[in-house]
Structures are given as structure tokens and as C-alpha cells.
């Protein structure tokens, strides 16, 4: 691919990890299987979905080579060959992007699928294309909109097509160098600016409602990322297999599944994501559909809370971050969700914001994971008492029917033992035989 942005070299291995934040993949490829690059070899379903619920995320290869299974993971030993599976043929747009495998880029993971057909529910009338990046040295945006702008733009009118000529705005964090053919904004607000429910506040002037999401009040706002993914998809019928990460402070295409200890970054540890909402990566983490950039870890020295409450200021939310993370440290899950743990967007103002540099957003996500974790047991142990209930009733409804029939036999007389009227026809049954005195 003719690109200004430099593709990373194939690795020795591809890793894609099974349990993800958003849920967990079912691997679709067998252990020793050959993969084609763009073939399926995982998928992901909805919490709690049956033996027959259908995928809602699709992994797909990011080269031809052999699948290794792992109890954790599934590991890609690339072949070195550049077989491809066949183009995508999905017919429709929201179709083609569950398809291609793609979800929100800008770090939701969101199926994109799911979202377009929000959007197409609810008759949404703007769609906002969002390439405002909040932290320091994160550019993969960026890079997409100097390099691939055809893309992003075949990206954009597929969406607003199916959308029927929404209103189209490109939200961006700096004027861009060449004009581009849709309406631009520059979004410098206080951090993160970028936020979606902010974004459409600031741009449009509406709000959605607490606890929802701008397609509540017809706004549908996509990352450029995934925009250009659904450009690929659409034109081109490539799935999404790479994407542009900022790694240290350059953009490559770098292939879903590259492990991060064989990025060319310098010999310390790394942090998947950027340098606020970013988080320790550990030894066998690899890029994944959500790696906006990877950044070397500055060392840093915490000390104690200082309760000076300056990441309750910064939340965005109006949280009490120190709150939260003081009930987190003691493990009182009830207090959490009191002190509206669920409604952290995961922005990292509260660890900016924080004198003591405490690690606020890694703990709230920890919490948040073990919260969500329990619910997915809850569920699922909710949907198994049901169908065992369910089971029980049939069951017994059955047994009923039986014994209901059993007893109206019983109690039917026997033709032969009904009284026969003089003019009744006769039976051709011969009459029984009288009894003996
Ligand atoms: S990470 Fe969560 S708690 Fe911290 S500032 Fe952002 S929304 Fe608030
Ligand atoms: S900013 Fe840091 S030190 Fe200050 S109250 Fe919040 S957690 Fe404590």
C-alpha cells in the first residue's frame, strides 16, 4: 500500500487474547488450522446469547499463516505467504461492518453494526466524525486525515448515505493542512475534548441524556479510524486487519495482534494507549483494534491522598474520584456503585488532575472490570435459573397432559359398554360374548 505512514515489518507471532475488556472471543479456527489473512478465527457474542445468538464482533486474521490455541489466547505463525481471504460481499452497510470485524476505534469498542443501526432507528439527522485527539503525541488520527483522506471522505458518504444526507461535521483538534470536502471544526476545549456527549454538546448544541448516548437525540459520531475502516470496507471490501498507532512518536500501520514488546520503542515499559488513558502493558500484551498508540512509561513516585480534591474538580462527570478510590482499596463494591463508578468514561482527567500521582484510572478501570465481570456472572447464572425454570414447567405442563389423558381413558366408557338404542346402527363389531353366569 502506497502510504506516507510505514507499515511495521510481519512479527514472528500474531497474539489475539480471548478475554478482552469489551468481552470475550470464541476462537472459530481450529489448533493447527491454516489462516488466510482476513480470514475469521474468533468471534465474540452477547453476554448471556444462546447456542444460536449470532456474532456481534468478528477477530480476524491480520496475515496467512498457522493457528496455534492457547487457553488464553490465539497465537497467528505467520507463513511468510500473502494469500487473502476472499473480499467482503455483505450488501449492506451496517452488515459489511459487523463483516469486516469493525468497532469504535477512537478506544470504545463498541460494534460498529450496532451503532449504525442506532443511529438508523432513531432517524439520527447529524453525524459527527470525530478526529479530536486530546493527549499529548497521539497523532494516528491525524496521520489518517494527511494520508488517507480519500478514504476517510468514501468512509464519510457511505455513512451519510445510509444515513440519507445527515448533517456532516469533521471535528478535529488543529486546522488541517489541505482543505477536505465536508465541513470542519476545530474542537480546542478543556480535556477531554474529544468526549463524544461533549463533542455533541458543543457542536450541535444538544444533549443526550443521562445515562445515554448521542443517538438518543439523532447524533451518530464515529471515530475517523473507524470511518476509515468503513471506507476500506465498503470500496474496497477489505476487513479490518491493521490500523495507524502512534508508537512513541511515529505513526505505523501496525498489523491487530503485534505484540508490544516487538514494537520499535526503546527498552522500557510500555503503556497500550496514550500517555493519560493509556495502561501498563503486560509482557504478552499486543495491539488490538481499540491500540490508538503505545508510549513509553515515564517513571513516577506516588505518595499518599492528599485530600485536596482536585480530580473531583476535573472530572468530567462530577465524580469523587478520591471516594472511589478509597472504597476501591478496601474492596466495598457497594459503595462503588453508589459513588457512580459506572458512569467513569475512563477520560484519565482525575490522574492529571492529581498531586500525589496516583494511578486513579487504573484502578477505576480494575474496578470497573471486576464490576462488569460480576454482572456477567449474574446474568448468566440469571439466564440459567430461567431456562432451568423454564425446563421444570414443561416438564411438569407434560406430565400433566398425561395424567389428564391417562385419567379421561379411564373414565371414557367403552363403546361396547354404552347403552345402544333400538334405531342405533349397528356396530359391524361382532357383540361381545355374554357373560358366563
Ligand atoms: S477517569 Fe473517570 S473518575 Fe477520572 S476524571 Fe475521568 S470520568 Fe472522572
Ligand atoms: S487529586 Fe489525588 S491527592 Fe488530591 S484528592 Fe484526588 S486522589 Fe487525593
Known amino acids: 500500500m502506497a502510504s506516507a505512514v510505514a507499515e511495521l515489518p510481519l512479527p514472528a507471532v500474531l497474539r489475539y487474547p480471548l478475554a478482552t475488556p469489551v468481552g470475550r472471543f470464541r476462537p472459530s479456527a481450529e489448533d493447527g488450522a491454516r489462516a488466510r489473512l482476513g480470514d475469521v478465527i474468533a468471534e465474540r457474542f452477547e453476554a448471556g446469547g444462546g447456542a444460536d445468538a449470532k456474532p456481534i464482533e468478528v477477530l480476524r486474521a491480520a496475515a496467512s499463516g498457522r493457528i496455534e490455541r492457547t487457553p488464553t489466547a490465539l497465537l497467528l505463525h505467520p507463513d511468510g505467504s500473502a494469500e487473502r481471504a476472499p473480499p467482503l460481499q455483505a450488501p449492506s452497510l451496517v452488515e459489511r461492518t459487523l463483516e469486516a470485524g469493525i468497532v469504535g476505534l477512537g478506544g470504545a469498542g463498541y460494534p460498529t453494526h450496532l ?5 438508523l432507528e432513531r432517524n439520527a439527522h447529524a453525524l459527527i466524525v470525530n478526529a479530536v485527539e486530546c493527549e499529548a503525541g497521539v497523532n494516528a488520527d491525524r496521520a489518517l486525515l494527511n494520508h488517507h483522506a480519500d478514504d476517510v471522505l468514501h468512509g464519510i458518504h457511505a455513512v451519510a448515505d445510509a444515513l440519507g444526507a445527515p448533517r456532516v461535521t469533521l471535528a478535529v483538534s488543529a486546522p488541517l493542512p ?4 465536508v465541513a470542519t471544526q476545530v474542537v480546542d476545549g478543556p480535556y477531554p475534548a474529544g468526549w463524544e456527549r461533549a463533542l455533541t454538546q458543543r457542536l450541535l448544541g ?25 471506507g476500506r470496507a465498503w470500496r474496497r471490501g477489505e476487513p479490518l486487519t491493521q490500523r495507524v ?17 516487538e514494537l520499535p520503542l526503546p527498552p522500557r515499559v510500555a ?28 517513571a513516577v513516585a506516588t505518595s499518599p491522598c492528599i485530600r485536596c480534591g482536585w480530580c473531583a474538580t476535573a472530572c ?48 477505576l478501570r480494575h474496578a470497573k472490570s471486576q464490576r462488569m ?10 439466564l440459567a435459573r430461567t431456562r432451568f425454570e423454564a425446563r421444570n414447567a414443561r416438564l411438569a405442563a407434560r406430565a400433566e397432559a398425561d395424567r389428564a389423558k391417562r385419567a379421561n381413558r379411564l373414565q371414557a366408557p367403552r363403546d361396547w359398554m354404552r347403552p345402544r338404542s333400538a334405531d342405533a346402527p349397528r356396530s359391524n363389531q361382532p357383540d361381545p360374548e355374554p357373560h358366563a353366569p
Not at 451503532?115 to 443511529?119: P, V
Not at 498507532?245 to 514488546?261: C, D, L, M, N
Not at 493509556?278 to 503505545?294: C, L, M, Q
Open 115 to 119: 451503532k449504525l443501526r442506532q443511529a
Open 178 to 181: 489541505a482543505a477536505i470536502d
Open 206 to 230: 444538544v444533549e443526550a441524556p443521562p445515562g445515554g448516548y448521542p443517538t438518543d437525540v439523532g447524533v451518530l459520531v464515529l471515530n475517523v479510524a473507524t470511518v476509515f475502516a468503513i
Open 245 to 261: 498507532v502512534t508508537v512513541g512518536q511515529r505513526e505505523f500501520w501496525v498489523r491487530i495482534g503485534h505484540p508490544v514488546a
Open 271 to 298: 503503556i497500550v494507549g496514550g500517555p493519560v488513558t493509556g495502561w501498563p502493558a503486560d509482557v504478552d500484551a499486543a495491539v488490538g483494534k481499540t491500540t490508538r498508540a503505545v508510549t513509553p512509561r515515564p
Open 316 to 363: 468530567p462527570q462530577g465524580l469523587l474520584p478520591q471516594e472511589l478510590w478509597h472504597e476501591i482499596a478496601a474492596g466495598r463494591w457497594a459503595q462503588t456503585e453508589r459513588l457512580r463508578l459506572a458512569d467513569c468514561i475512563e477520560c484519565g482527567a482525575c490522574d492529571l488532575a492529581c498531586p500525589s500521582q496516583l494511578p486513579l484510572l487504573a484502578a
Open 373 to 382: 465481570e460480576a454482572a456477567r456472572r449474574d446474568r448468566a447464572a440469571n
